[in-house]
């Protein structure tokens, strides 16, 4: 999404992410939440820290620390979320694969594996995800 788009739902985002976030115990948890999902959210090939936080004009570790150290309850933030998604009753679920071609071995789960998106064989993990869908729209969920 771009930045100018972003601006024009900013203050469905504010009140989104207020929700989601309220379960964070600390203020500084809830504002860095906001700026991870503002991150996901910004056009960019890249949606890792370093360059999220380069279009966000943060310092990524901190942005980083929020998502790998930081201690909170996944389900709390999970459940605003979920609430959010399932006020209209989904027509479909659909469960997707995905492969993300990876040189090497060093990255968790790689493996010489058949990869859809490339269409053969090769070095890739696979990232499985389930989203709910109704005529109108479609929210990932896991």
């Not at 788009?5 to 504010?14: D, N, Q, S």
């Not at 999902?37 to 890792?48: A, N, Q, T, V």
């Not at 070095?123 to 969920?141: E, W, Y």
Request: charged share 25%.
């Amino acid at each position: 999404m771009a930045p100018e788009k972003l601006a024009c739902v900013r203050w469905r985002l504010v009140t989104f992410a207020a929700e989601v976030f309220a379960p964070l115990a600390r203020s500084d948890q809830r504002v860095k939440g906001v700026m991870y999902l503002r991150g996901l959210l910004l056009d960019g090939r890249r949606k890792s820290m370093q360059p999220m936080a380069e279009r966000l004009g943060a310092d990524h570790q901190r942005l980083q620390q929020f998502v790998t150290s930081s201690t909170w309850d996944v389900g709390a933030v999970r459940r605003p979320a979920r609430r959010a998604v399932t006020v209209v009753e989904p027509v479909a679920w659909v469960v997707d694969d995905t492969g993300f071609p990876r040189d090497g071995k060093s990255s968790p789960c790689v493996a010489r594996q058949y990869s859809g998106a490339l269409g053969k064989v090769a070095n890739c993990q696979i990232g499985v995800s389930v989203h709910a869908v109704t005529d109108t729209a479609l929210c990932p969920l896991n």
